[in-house]
């Protein structure tokens, strides 16, 4: 008899079930899975389009439409998306609110957000503020019918910079149009007024969305967790 098999007997006999491990699939695994069948991603917060080039390069070839409000990275998009021919870049925020909004725009662009950077790491390199300029903003509940065309299966990325919340409460009952989400998740704050995981994940839940799979993406000069990649699917 196979070793094996001899240890499943035994194992069996003292109540136990020996089975090979398999270890749980990674983010990029999971994103993908998400995506099949997916016919438009829309990119919140695109900034040059990195999460675009991402999609491109693991084999996504939907539509896809990116939201970026800065200007001097919305030009840089607008080339990329260009270039596709299946991507389209709107230079708008999302937002709880249609109309204008102050959008802090920092050294690196990638840390540009509506509200203001935790005075905690306001002094780290580009994330320091360098100016404040309106924006055109809009809800997400009025740009997906006009994004989106009928029955389209979409998915749904954002990237906002601790504005999670508004811009969920700004999706409306159109969120359900959405079969799965990515967004950001933080365990410590990096901008005043920004929602922590302990509030995301029930507000997550009362829209229809339950967890696929947590990523850490940054960690503190201590080496303590501070923020999360999230997957989730409409349950």
Known sequence: MPLRDRINRVARRLGYEVRQYTPLRSFA???QRL???????????????QYGKLLREGG???????LEPVAEAYA?????????????????????????????VTGDSRSSSI??????FSDKPGWAPKESRPVPARRLDGLVGELLGPGERAYLKLDVQGYERAVL?????????????????????LYDG??????????????GFRPVCLEPILLDDDGLLMELDGLFARA
């Open 115 to 120: 509200l203001p950077r935790n005075e905690r």
């Open 76 to 104: 840089e998009l607008r080339g990329r998306a260009r270039a596709d021919g299946a991507w389209e870049a709107v230079c708008v925020a999302v937002s709880d609110a249609d109309g204008e909004i102050t959008l802090n």
């Open 194 to 207: 920004q929602p922590g995981v302990g509030e995301m994940l029930p507000l997550l839940a009362e829209r």
């Open 60 to 66: 996504y070839s939907g539509r896809i439409v990116s």
């Open 35 to 49: 995506l099949e069948g997916v016919e438009v991603v829309v990119d919140v917060g695109a900034n040059t389009g």
């Open 169 to 189: 409460a700004g999706a409306g009952d159109a969120l359900g149009r959405f079969q799965a989400l990515e967004l950001e998740l933080s365990v410590t704050p």
């Open 29 to 31: 695994a999971a994103r």
